[in-house]
C-alpha cells in the first residue's frame, strides 16, 4: 500500500457532469460520478500522507458547506465559460476558456488559500453538476479504497521524492534489441492488433515494402491472388529489388494494396515514397501503413523519423480517404523505450488509450 499521494488533475463540466480530462484537446475523458472523490481529490492537494488525508476527510466530510465559498464559486463558474479547474501541489485554479489559458495567469482564478481553509472549494464549485448516490466511507479501508481509485485514473500520483524506480533505475534497456530477448516487443503486440483489424481487406494483387513473401502466411493475408515483395537488397523472399523512392520500380496502377510495416521511418523522404505508393495503386487500392511513434533508433540502413498521427494525415491527404488507428499509452511507451516485453505487461495496460503517448501509428489509405 502506498501512503504519499500528491493531487494531478484536470477536471471540466460537460451535460452538467464532471469529468476528468488527460489530454490537450480533451480526446480522453472519465466522469467523476461521486461528490466524495471530489473531496478526497482536494484533500490531497494539501496533505501526502494517506493516515493524516484520512483524518483531515473525517473532519470535514460532514461539516455544512460554507456560504461564502460557495457564493464566490459561483461568482467563477458564471465568468469563466468553458473552464479547466487544475488541481495540483498545493494549487487549485479555475483556468478560462480551457488549457488554451493554461500558462496565461490573466485568465486564472486561484483558489489554493480558500482551499487550504476549508476543502470545499471543489463540492461548491460543482454543486449544480449531477452525481450518483455516495456510498458511505466510514473506514479507513473504505477510503484507501477510493484513493486507489482515484490513482488508477491517475488523478492522484506518487508524491514528490517517493516514486519507486525499482528495475527502471538503469542507463540501459532491459533488453538491446526492442525486447525479442524478453518476449514480444511491443510495437510488435500492436502490429497484430492492426493486421487483425486489417486482414480482411488486404486482398488481390499485393505488394508488401521491406518484406518477404513468407510474411504472406505469418499474417494470414488469406484473399491474396498475388503478392510481391521489394527492398533494396536481394535476399530471400524478396521478388524485386529497387528503391521506394524511384516511381519507375514498380508499374503504374498495378496494385490492388501495398502494405508498409515499419518502413517509413528509413526512408529518407517518405512523402515521395508516399506519392510513389498513390501512383502504383490502381483506383480504389489501398495502402496499409504501420510506423514506429515511440521507438529506439534503429538505424538499418537509416533512421530518419517518427511520424506522428497528424503527420500520418498529413502524408496521405491526397488519398480520398483515410483511417488512422493509434496504439499506445504512457506505460508502454516507457515499456517500448526500455524494451520490456508484452507478456510482461497485463492486457488492459497493453490496451488502454492514450492520445498524446503513441507508440505505433497506422494508416489505411484508399486511393
Not at 118 to 140: G, K, N, P, W, Y
Not at 250 to 272: G, K, M, Q, R, T
Not at 308 to 330: A, E, I, R, T, W
Request: hydrophobic letters at 40%; aromatic letters at 12%; glycine letters at 4%.
Amino acid at each position: 500500500m502506498r501512503n504519499f499521494y500528491v493531487a494531478s488533475a484536470f477536471l471540466t463540466v460537460k451535460d452538467y457532469q464532471v469529468w476528468a480530462v488527460f489530454d490537450w484537446n480533451q480526446n480522453k475523458t472519465q466522469v467523476i460520478d461521486k461528490k466524495k472523490l471530489l473531496i478526497i481529490l482536494e484533500i490531497f492537494i494539501h496533505e501526502k500522507s494517506l493516515e493524516a488525508a484520512y483524518q483531515h476527510f473525517q473532519e470535514i466530510n460532514y461539516l455544512p458547506v460554507s456560504q461564502s465559498v460557495l457564493q464566490k464559486c459561483r461568482e467563477i463558474y458564471k465568468k469563466s465559460g468553458d473552464f479547466i479547474v487544475a488541481v495540483a501541489n498545493k494549487t487549485l485554479k479555475v483556468v478560462e476558456q480551457g488549457f488554451i489559458n493554461i500558462l496565461n495567469p490573466e485568465k486564472q482564478y486561484d483558489l489554493d488559500t480558500i482551499s487550504k481553509e476549508t476543502c470545499q472549494v471543489m463540492r461548491c464549485l460543482f454543486a449544480q453538476e449531477t452525481f450518483a448516490a455516495d456510498e458511505e466511507i466510514s473506514s479507513f479501508e473504505a477510503f484507501n479504497q477510493s484513493v486507489e481509485y482515484l490513482a488508477t485514473l491517475g488523478l492522484l500520483s506518487p508524491a514528490v521524492n517517493t516514486l519507486e524506480w525499482g528495475d527502471l533505475r538503469r542507463n540501459s534497456p532491459l533488453c538491446p534489441v526492442f525486447g525479442f530477448t524478453r518476449g514480444t516487443p511491443i510495437d510488435r503486440y500492436y502490429l497484430g492488433q492492426f493486421i487483425r483489424e486489417i486482414r480482411h481487406q488486404v486482398a488481390g494483387t499485393v505488394l508488401e515494402l521491406g518484406g518477404i513473401v513468407e510474411n504472406r502466411e505469418l499474417y494470414q493475408f488469406s484473399h491474396v491472388t498475388e503478392y510481391q515483395t521489394l527492398d533494396v537488397a536481394p535476399r530471400p523472399g524478396v521478388t524485386q529489388v529497387g528503391d521506394v523512392h524511384d516511381l519507375a520500380a514498380i508499374a503504374p496502377e498495378s496494385l490492388d494494396a501495398i502494405v508498409v510495416f515499419n518502413v517509413l521511418e528509413h526512408c529518407h523522404n517518405p512523402w515521395v515514397v508516399i506519392h510513389n505508393i498513390y501512383s502504383w495503386l490502381k483506383v480504389g487500392g489501398q495502402c496499409f501503413c504501420l510506423v514506429p511513434s515511440a521507438q529506439r533508433l534503429h538505424d538499418m540502413p537509416g533512421d530518419y523519423w517518427r511520424p506522428l498521427p497528424d503527420g500520418m494525415k498529413q502524408l496521405f491527404q491526397d488519398f480520398s480517404q483515410q483511417k488512422l488507428y493509434v496504439y499506445g499509452n504512457p506505460l508502454t511507451v516507457v515499456a517500448s523505450f526500455m524494451a520490456i516485453s508484452a507478456e510482461e505487461l497485463l492486457s488492459h495496460e497493453l490496451d488502454n488509450f492514450h492520445p498524446d503517448y503513441p507508440v505505433v501509428t497506422c494508416m489505411v489509405a484508399r486511393k
